[in-house]
Nanobody, 125 residues
């Protein structure tokens, strides 16, 4: 079982930056792709970004391309989502998750097995 803990959320003004981190732990941690999803009030959960184990494959939702960057440090079992040029529509609870595969940076929640508890990100206008 993999445990995931998100950190770095909070309140930021529109146009500002925020850095989300996700730390993975657990005996069964194996090479896996990881992703970030978000869910705004009254909306379905949506994919934000994903990265393969070696970092060679990435996915970004169209709404965040050019503004968000996903990266990972496998030695530290962490994945980071750097959010720049934040917009009010980025307001949501953000979740990190581990995939069921190593090299597929999938945008489907069905491909993710373990999830963090989520962290709130609020972008004020």
């Amino acid at each position: 079982q993999v445990q995931l803990v998100e950190s770095g959320g909070g309140l930021v003004q529109a146009g500002g930056s925020l850095r989300l981190s996700c730390a993975a732990s657990g005996r069964s941690f194996t090479p896996l792709a990881m992703g970030w999803f978000r869910q705004a009030p009254g909306k379905e959960r949506e994919p934000v970004a994903a990265i393969s184990w070696h970092g060679s494959n990435t996915y970004y939702a169209d709404s965040v391309k050019g503004r968000f960057t996903i990266s990972r440090d496998n030695a530290k079992n962490t994945v980071v989502l750097q959010m720049n040029s934040a917009k009010p529509e980025d307001t949501a609870v953000y979740y990190c998750a581990t995939s069921i595969t190593a090299e597929s940076a999938s945008d489907s929640s069905r491909d993710y097995a373990s999830w963090g508890q989520g962290i709130q990100v609020t972008v004020s206008s």
